[in-house]
């Protein structure tokens, strides 16, 4: 059997076995829903990959971003932030969209800036290695070739798959956007990793007010998730637990939560309803809104909570910070380069295994289960001190506004570039590591 051969059937087999458990776990329905967008997905990428026109030569200094900067996932806004940051920079840049085929580009700030060339002499690839998996047939060699590779990676756990080490050798470094993603990181990869957040940055919007959402004077608190981001890790079961614990069903209260895609998770959806169990005060929120509908909700709520059992970021904290609003949040993983005792309401945790398989994370790894006690104790905290709410509110805008906008992010890029920049040539592409490679 030849090696192209082999390769073929182990996609076919692993194609197989996903479409197995997503038939046991999900039903027939989702499993043909599936089915059609892959199809689908595979005729956008064989089209892709004739209409790119890369060229194994770069023409310039500068980089050429890669990056789901369509799609509306935590990924796509990964890359979005890395382009706001790039925008408030003097750096020439190419924006190069990879579809995620399976769903619509629905985000179309920079569509008209997208190009399918590759004209600058470093790449930075804003994709986890189960995007390259796609991606790297369309891009090919050339777009690889006489460039420095910069792999941006984010993950949620304290240690990355061994699978990913296997795309390791497409990068001369990698950029992650927290301090717990670096030391996830450089356990098993063995280049420098540099820690660039995630820029946050939120223009003047359209603001709908509490009426949008159903809420006159309630005293209201929000979460915001995907469950593509996978529902037991997002937790938000523990946010309806510890307002419920928190508060008599005679207060003047409210909860919302905004999550996306309920009707693909079916399942794990039954189970945060059981959890409200029809508790009015609980509102769901499960259809599309726009980037101003989410911003409005987020403004409109008196704090914002989120009980993760881990983040690579947190990118909704951050921008619930970013608005001036409190935010109640697990003491464990990437928001903690942001969030502290002084600007936010931290969770104590207690370290647990992953019982089986979700999604992409293993049995055996661990990941935190926030105090319900302590959280419900500090939403009633907040509900009764209005002075509180404002000094957190206001500390934790200060500290956003001042550390993550996108000019201060900006400034380390450049810094970053210059550096590799200096050591860096098309006819011999050298791995640059400074004395503070290891770090941030």
């Not at 995907?226 to 523990?238: F, G, Q």
């Not at 295994?353 to 979700?358: A, E, N, P």
Request: glycine content about 6%.
């Amino acid at each position: 059997m030849t090696a192209k051969n082999y390769k073929r059937l182990k996609r076919i087999w692993t194609l197989i076995k996903k479409s197995g458990r997503v038939l046991l776990r999900q039903g027939p329905v989702l499993l043909s829903r599936k089915v059609i967008l892959y199809v689908k997905g595979m005729h956008e990428f064989r089209r892709d990959r004739r209409d790119f026109a890369f060229t194994s030569q770069p023409t310039g200094k500068g980089i050429n971003i890669v990056g789901y900067l369509g799609a509306e996932t935590g990924l796509g806004e990964s890359v979005r932030t890395l382009v706001k940051s790039v925008k408030t920079t003097n750096l020439n840049h190419a924006l190069i969209n990879h579809k995620l085929y399976w769903l619509k580009d629905r985000d179309k700030r920079f569509e008209k800036e997208f190009t399918r060339s590759n004209p600058y002499n470093i790449n930075v690839i804003v994709l986890n290695p189960e995007g390259l998996e796609l991606a790297i047939p369309v891009l090919r060699d050339e777009f690889f070739d006489n460039r420095y590779n910069i792999g941006y990676w984010v993950w949620e756990l304290p240690d990355v798959p061994t699978e990913w080490k296997k795309y390791e050798k497409y990068f001369d470094e990698f950029w992650v956007p927290s301090e717990f993603v670096r030391q996830a990181m450089i356990k098993k990869i063995n280049k420098p990793v540099f820690v660039i957040p995630h820029s946050i940055e939120i223009k003047p919007f359209k603001n709908y007010g509490r009426s949008r959402f159903g809420i006159k004077n309630q005293f209201l608190l929000s979460f915001i998730f995907d469950y593509n981001s996978l529902w037991e890790r997002k937790n938000p079961a523990a946010v309806v637990r510890s307002f419920k614990k928190a508060f008599h069903k005679i207060e003047n209260v409210a909860l919302i939560i905004k999550c996306s895609d309920p009707a693909l998770f079916r399942g794990q959806h039954n189970l945060l309803l059981r959890e409200i169990n029809q508790d009015e005060r609980i509102k769901i929120i499960s259809k599309r809104l726009t980037r101003d509908e989410i911003y409005s909700l987020l403004d409109v709520s008196d704090a914002y909570v989120s009980l993760h059992r881990s983040e690579g970021f947190g990118l909704t904290i951050a921008e619930a910070m970013f608005l001036g609003k409190p935010v109640i949040c697990t003491n464990y993983s990437g928001n903690l380069d942001f969030t502290n005792t002084d600007n936010s309401l931290l969770v104590d945790y207690k370290k647990m295994k992953i019982i089986r398989d979700v999604g992409p994370y293993k049995k055996g790894d661990e990941w935190a289960e926030a105090e319900i006690d302590q959280a419900a104790g500090f939403m009633r905290e907040l509900y009764e001190k209005k002075e509180l709410r404002d000094a957190m509110g206001c500390r934790g805008k200060e500290y956003i506004h001042n550390r993550l906008n996108p000019a201060s992010i900006g400034e380390r890029i450049v810094e970053r570039v210059e550096q590799i920049n200096l050591c860096f040539s098309s006819e011999d592409a050298v791995v640059f590591q400074s004395d503070e490679a290891s770090g941030g």
